[in-house]
């Protein structure tokens, strides 16, 4: 009996070691700069990067051909920068410092206007910031727990705290009506833009950590800095799954619904990539990016489709995930 029991345990055992050695990875794209990247985000398309160095450049990419296309001057470099993102129309970069969004023409390598933002705490900085898609409108996230709803246009901006910690994480619909906040104090919440009533809001006992949107707002996944990871529709607020895994927690940063598919990618601070079924929280697997330095991170990533996954990593290596392989899973 006893025997019957080790061979199905070492069958156990070698079928985990073949699942392991499925080969995602078709290695490095190239290395962007060997600074590394502090901040790093693909454009809506995947064509272009907007990033953020340890040398306190910020510069607009190619994918394709991994060279640079626009530099902002070292003088016009905000002292702190709190982040940078590109319109999703790509005539536009937007640079939060710690009282303001600069936003430049890229057509005209101009800056081309500044508006500055705050809490209601006095000297409150932000923390998140996201432009709507058809830059109109932002939203302008501070320290504080604040939401800034600003309408560029008419330069109208409601001011409200739903939160009581730092909001890191805003996400807009493909519409500009609808966004997605998430903050340390553990909150996360769904919102009409104008209104300062969720539409839906979720607590979780410990900060969020991570957060993802699937492109037609029908869902979201967040994590906690713990050991609750969900995802939840954004309809009604009802969980569809929560992640299974064998360890007693793992650390989720990013996160990436994958286009038309179930998968869901995330990154932990270990220089690892891990792929999930949402529909059912299973995990698929594990794997650990290239990296020059220990403690390498995943900044970014990005899919077309459900075929291949791109990655930014902090010491500024892209590199390409064929995904293929896990249909058979």
Known sequence: MWLKVLLAALCVVMLSACNEEIQLSQGNVGRLNDSGIAIGHFSKDGTKLVTFDN????????VATQQVEFTVPKEKTPEFVRDVALSEDLKMLVIASESELAFWSLSKGKLVTKVAFGGVTPGAVITAMAISPKNDKAIVAMADGTINMADLHTQINNRFAPHSRPVQHVFWDDKGELFVTGAQDGKLALWKFGSAEPIFMKEFDHRVTSV??????????????????????LTDGQSISELQYMSRFKVFRKALFIKGSELLA?????SHLSIWNAKNGEE???????FVHDGATIVDMYAADRHT?????SDGILEAWTLNALAQR
């Open 55 to 62: 040398q306190k450049q910020i510069q607009v990419w190619n």
């Open 212 to 233: 993802a949107v699937r492109d037609d707002f029908s869902a979201l996944f967040a994590s906690d800095a713990l050991n609750e990871q969900v995802v939840t529709s």
């Open 266 to 270: 995330t990154s932990s601070s270990k």
């Open 284 to 290: 698929l697997g594990t794997w650990q990016i290239s």
């Open 309 to 313: 996954l791109l990655t930014l990593s």
